[in-house]
């Protein structure tokens, strides 16, 4: 995000950044046309906000997560001696810079429509 709120990239993280459970990366996909937060708390806008995001960004997310499952596997040592997981030179796992307003245009473009 920039100063003003404007979202400029996604990412995925380690599993040892967030504390989470891992999925590989065609159980998050599977997961993503499920993804919606429709609950007024901590506020609803945001979680409105995110939802939209992640319908948006579909494509790019799935692209991400295949990317983050590729990092994870190239950063696994063969001999087992450190845990991927929670090796903590390896946090940013992928990224994209975005446009929120160019996806839009594309969309519509893909849509046959105009703005």
């Known amino acids: 995000m920039d100063p003003q709120g404007f979202p400029l ?7 040892w950044v967030t504390g ?7 159980d998050v996909i599977r997961l993503l046309d499920r993804f919606e937060i429709d609950h007024a708390v901590p506020n609803w806008a945001t979680n409105r ?15 991400l997560v295949k990317e983050r499952g590729r990092a994870i596997a190239e950063c696994t ?7 991927v997981f929670e090796d903590r030179d390896l946090e940013i796992t992928s990224n994209f810079e975005i446009s929120p307003d ?7 473009a893909a849509l046959g429509k105009t703005a």
């Open 20 to 26: 989470e459970n891992w999925y590989v990366a065609d």
């Open 102 to 108: 160019e996806q839009l245009e594309n969309v519509r």
């Open 9 to 15: 990239a996604l990412f995925t993280t380690n599993r």
């Open 49 to 63: 906000w995110l939802t939209a995001m992640v319908r948006m960004f579909h494509p790019q997310i799935v692209g």
């Open 77 to 83: 040592p063969s001999d087992g001696t450190t845990h």
